[in-house]
C-alpha cells in the first residue's frame, strides 16, 4: 500500500503543517501534551484493525490473543500506578474523558438523580452536570462554586448543598483551577448525605502518579482520568474504582456506551503508563510545577499588577495558572490572540463571576505540560513568563511584537520537538 503523501496528499500535507506549528510554537494549552514517538507509533499500529468486543478472556470475537496481551498490560499499569498493590478495578476502554464519566455516572446513577458538580464557569467540566451535555439533561444538578474573595471552591457551600439536595453523587474535579482539592473533606460530606464520590482527575494525573499530588483513588469510589494532558498519552479515558463497582463500570463502558474498542489507542496507554512510571516523567512532573509556579510569580510583579492582571488565588499548586483579566484593558480573547502573535498558543478561560460571554471572557488558562515535556527547566520557565508579561502589557506594539517572538523562536529551536519526524 501507498504511504499518505502518495495515498493523500491534501491530508499529509496538513499533518505536517501541523507538525510544524507544533514544532515551531509554545504550546501552553493546560490540556494538551505531545505524546512520545513510542505512544504515537503504537497508536498508529495495526492494532487499528482489530474488533475485541468484551473485556481481556472474555470477548465476542476470535483473534484477540495479542490485544488482550496489550489490554491487561494497560490495565495492570494503570492499577501500580495510582493503587499499587490494591484491588482497585480498572477499564481503560473509554474513548475519552467525556466517555469515562458518562460510564461513571451510568453505572451509579438512574436518570433523574441528582449531582453535586463544579459549576463549568468555575473551573468544572461541561461533563459535570452542563445543562446541554448528556450529564446536564440526563441528570438533575446542582452546581458548587468557589469563594468570591478565595476563589477556591467554598467547601462549606459544597456541605450545605449536600445536605439540602441530597445528591446520589459528588463530583470532584476541574478543568481550570490552580489548587488542590481536599479528596477527604469531599468524602466526609458525600458519606454524611449518603452519596457517592466521583474524582476526575483528568487534568492533574500526571502529577498524581508523580507523587507531586494527592492521589484520590483512595478516597472515592470511582477515579476518572484522560490519558493526554499531563499524564502525555494518546488522546482517551480510564476508570479506576472500587472492586465492587468492576461489573457495572465495565457493563456501563461496553456495552452500555461503545461498541469495540480502540484497540491501538489502549497499546498506546499503556505505553503512556509505562512512561509514566519512570524517573524522566517525575522530573518532567516537577518542571511542570515549577514551571507554573515561576510563571504565576512573575504575573504576580507590580508591573502586571498595574496592567491590570490578577493571578487568580494567588499562584498555583498544579500544571496551570488562571490570569484574571476583568481589571485589564485586554479581554481574554484580545489575549489569547495577542499570546498568539508571539507564538505562544493558550485558551482564553471565563473566570469565576466574569461580566463578559463566553466567547470573549475575562481570563486566560495558562499551562507547562506541553513546554515541560519539550525539555523545559527553570531558565527557559523564566524567560518564558517574561515573554508573556510582556505581551499583556499595555504598551505592547509592533517592535515588542517583533522582538518577543524572536525570543519565542529562540526558546523553540534550544529545545527541539520530535527532531526524529
Ligand atoms: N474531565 C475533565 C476534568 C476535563 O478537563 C476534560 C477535558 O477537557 C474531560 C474530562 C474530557 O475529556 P475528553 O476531552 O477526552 O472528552
Redo the contacts with the bound molecule.
Sequence with gaps: GADLATVDPEVAKAVAAELDRQQSTLEMIA?ENFAPLGVLEAQGSVLTNKYAEGYPGRRYYGGCEHVDVVEQLAIDRARELFAPGSDTHVNVQP???????AAAMAALLQPGDTILGLDLAHG?????GMRINFSGKLYDVVAYHVDKETGLVDMAEVERLAAEHRPKLIIA????YPRRLDFAAFRRIADAVDAKLLV????FAGLVAAGLHPNPVPHADIV???T??TLGGP???IVLCRPELAKKVNSAVFPGQQGGPLEHVIAAKAVALRIAASEEFRDRQRRTLEGAKTLAARLSHPDCVAAGIRVLTGGTDVHLVLVDLVRSTLDGKQAEDRLHSVGITVNRNAVPFDPRPPMVTSGLRIGTPALATRGFGADDFAEVADVIAAALRPDFDASTEHELRARVELLARRHPLYPEL
Design positions: 490540556s474513548h475519552s474523558g467525556a466517555q469515562a464519566n468544572g467540566h461541561l461533563t459535570h474535579g476541574w478543568s481550570a476526575d482527575m483528568a487534568h476518572t482520568t484522560t493526554h494532558k488522546r482517551g479515558g
